[in-house]
């Protein structure tokens, strides 16, 4: 499936059994939920997926059970985080046979002695573009990678042909309008953090992609209408305020994002499991502070429909 990615796009966590292994008969149940409440695309083994702790096998495993069961409903993102560039490219072949509509790729450049050098990140960038002809994401997040996809890097990246669209994920919201300046619609700018999104959706961003649509899709995707759809900036204050920030206030105070995640789905009757270790499961005063917020959603989502459903 080839479409031009937009909307609230969700990157799957990963269920996992009590023994750590793959639940991929509650993969097929999460697919199931996100595009019922309004996924308007799917991106499995990002960092939501813990995609860096999953091997080959495992990773391929999670894509075919995505792609089966969301059976073209939507566009299908795979994520590849990895460390040597000969496993991202077998990958990047690997997603454009299952009918991906794009790929999302960042490398981990370890340190080792000399530091990490954009010249590494640029490179690994040319070789996955060269693999396949899916359009490519680029993926910033300097924690992880080592590398700070500046402007000027990204800029030098649009080069690539394939090169079509980056996830900003440091938080800088600020970075939208200076990609955009340098590079005009040559890479979309994807809003790639929970934070920042009204700031970025404000200023151009046409697709947001972070974990908290695992536990708010249909929030999400209603920031988006408000914002993009009805030009109502006070409607999409409340939704993000009232509906969606009270999940990342828990992700960022427990300092457990992928546990927060997991939760979020588990309250809703999705059971995911716990993250794999060293991850860990949300409990405590936070897990208490989830609940109570998840009790109230429904609700506020409906009262939202009605909002949006007015002319």
Request: net charge neutral.
């Amino acid at each position: 499936m080839t479409a031009q990615l937009g909307g609230a796009i969700v990157p799957l966590v990963t269920p996992f059994a009590p023994d750590e292994s793959l639940d991929l008969a509650a993969l097929s149940r999460l697919v199931e939920h996100a595009i019922d409440n309004g996924a308007e695309g799917l991106m499995p083994t990002a960092l939501s997926g813990e995609g860096p702790l999953l091997d080959e096998g495992e990773t391929l495993a999670v894509w075919d059970t995505v792609f089966a069961r969301a059976a073209g409903r939507v566009p299908i993102v795979p994520a590849i985080v990895a460390t040597t560039t000969r496993r991202a490219v077998s990958l990047a072949r690997a997603a454009e046979q299952r009918g991906a509509a794009a790929l999302m790729a960042a490398p981990i450049l370890p340190e080792l002695y000399s530091g990490r050098s954009p010249e590494d990140a640029c490179s690994f960038y040319a070789d996955v573009a060269g693999a396949s002809a899916l359009p490519l994401v680029l993926f910033n997040y300097p924690s992880l990678t080592g590398v700070d996809l500046v402007p000027p890097i990204v800029a030098r990246l649009a080069c690539l042909d394939r090169v079509r669209y980056i996830k900003e994920s440091t938080g800088d919201a600020s970075r939208v309008h200076d990609i955009q300046r340098l590079v005009g619609d040559r890479v979309e700018v994807i809003c790639g953090a929970p934070h920042t999104a009204l700031e970025s959706l404000a200023l151009g961003c046409r697709a947001w992609i972070t974990g908290l649509l695992n536990v708010v899709p249909r929030s999400g995707r209603q920031l988006m209408r408000a914002v993009l759809q009805k030009n109502d900036v006070a409607l999409a204050r409340r939704i993000y305020g009232r509906q969606i920030l009270p999940v990342y206030d828990v992700l960022r105070d427990s300092s457990n994002p992928t546990g927060t995640l997991k939760a979020g789905l588990c309250l809703q009757g999705i059971d995911v499991g716990s993250p794999r270790r060293p991850g860990r499961a949300l409990d405590g005063d936070a897990l208490r502070a989830l609940e109570g917020h998840l009790r109230q959603v429904p609700a506020l989502e409906s009262g939202t429909e009605i909002e949006l459903g007015k002319t």
